[in-house]
Nanobody, 119 residues
Framework: QVQLVESGGGLVQAGGSLRLSCAAS????????MRWYRQAPGKQRELVAQ???????NYANSVKGRFTISRENAKNTVYLQMNSLRPEDTAVYLC?????????????WGQGTQVTVSS
């Protein structure tokens, strides 16, 4: 069984930075595409950023130039560096990934980490 565990969330003032981590554990052969989503109260879940196994990245327009997704395959970990944070970035941030384990690909989700940006 694969688990994704997010960390690094917290309370920060507008303009500040946070670095989120998503660590995958279990019988992992490889991580394919990995994504960060966020969900604010009363809003739909939004794809924030994704990174492929070839390290190609894509971002939501709302975070381009402020957020950076990266991965460290040796540690089965994905990061989201968030700079110039705004109150509208406040949400639960969830890690999602397509991960190969025991010869099959599975779609896995973490429990999320809260990010709160005060004005």
């Amino acid at each position: 069984q694969v688990q994704l565990v997010e960390s690094g969330g917290g309370l920060v003032q507008a303009g500040g930075s946070l670095r989120l981590s998503c660590a995958a554990s279990g019988m992992i052969f490889s991580m394919d595409v990995m994504r960060w989503y966020r969900q604010a109260p009363g809003k739909q879940r939004e794809l924030v950023a994704q990174i492929t196994s070839a390290a190609e990245t894509n971002y939501a327009n709302s975070v381009k130039g402020r957020f950076t997704i990266s991965r460290e395959n040796a540690k089965n970990t994905v990061y989201l560096q968030m700079n110039s944070l705004r109150p509208e970035d406040t949400a639960v941030y969830l890690c999602n990934g397509i991960i190969k384990t025991m010869g099959r690909l599975g779609d896995y989700w973490g429990q999320g980490t809260q990010v709160t940006v005060s004005s």
